[in-house]
């Protein structure tokens, strides 16, 4: 297996025939407003390019996993990435909540999933693990999506944990279904009003403790108002004594396992 990190969440797991798609941010640099005014510098998103790599990896793709895109989650699904799934009638996988909203669009939707039931998924299974977008009150206001377990044949099994802050659903996942690979949002976002909206670095260090398997940390240095940056997080992680449990890729990178 392969991961291809391409740019915040968005990457590409390759698994045999298979090149799954990952949370499509697909549009060039500075092609939205910013996500914060006065906590964070005011600066329009996402903040980088695409990697050079990209289209050759974009033209393999065969199918596409959503956590969230409601409430204009631009850095998950943006109009470059809804085009591409058009123009290629990409299959997608997605959380019920947000089938609807991609229909519309017309996006193929062919997996519509619950939460913590496990479906078929390609030749193996996938699960679907609750996300809760902040703390506090923020997360009602965030439209929380969700989580990805999944199983393939023959390849080591992964947990996208997608935008969520360290909750008991995460700490279930990680405890029951054991994966090998776990994938944490680690950009600790957070808006202009309201507590962070993703995991501070604290839980960042809470959750790759309790990772059984290895960690890749993304949705790093690609949007205004994440202030986590790699060097930072790799700072702390080796204060932890836990940095050669985890990748944190550059954009572009591929990570094979």
Not at 87 to 108: E, G
Not at 137 to 142: L, Q, Y
Not at 149 to 177: M, Q, R
């Amino acid at each position: 297996m392969k991961i291809h990190h391409l740019r915040n969440a968005t990457l590409i797991i390759e698994s045999g025939n298979d090149f799954i798609l990952v949370d499509p941010m697909l549009g060039k640099k500075g092609t939205n407003g910013p996500l914060a005014f006065l906590r964070h510098k005011a600066r329009r998103n996402p903040i980088v390019s695409l990697p050079k790599n990209s289209n050759e990896l974009l033209k393999k793709v065969t199918h596409c996993l959503i956590t969230h895109c409601q409430r204009r989650h631009f850095d998950h699904l943006d109009t470059e990435g809804e085009l591409f799934l058009v123009k290629n009638n990409i299959p997608v996988t997605c959380n019920y909540k947000d089938a609807n909203y991609l229909k519309k669009r017309n996006i193929n939707v062919q997996n519509i999933l619950s939460p913590w039931k496990r479906d078929g998924f390609l030749e193996g299974f996938i699960t679907t693990v609750p996300a809760k977008h902040g703390y506090d009150w923020i997360h009602r206001f965030m439209a929380n999506g969700v989580g990805f377990f999944i199983e393939l044949p023959n390849s080591p099994t992964i947990y996208i944990s997608g935008d969520t802050v360290y909750t008991n659903d995460v700490d279930k996942a990680l405890s029951t279904f054991k994966p090998d690979i776990s994938i944490v949002a680690s950009g600790s976002a957070s808006l202009d009003i309201g507590k962070p909206i993703l995991m501070t670095i604290k839980d960042i260090v809470k959750f790759i403790k309790n990772s059984p398997g290895k960690v890749i940390a993304n949705h790093l240095e690609a949007l205004n108002h994440c202030p986590t940056t790699r060097k930072e997080l790799k700072e702390e992680l080796r204060n932890q004594n836990l940095l050669s449990k985890v990748f944190i890729p550059y954009d572009g990178e591929t990570l094979q396992f």
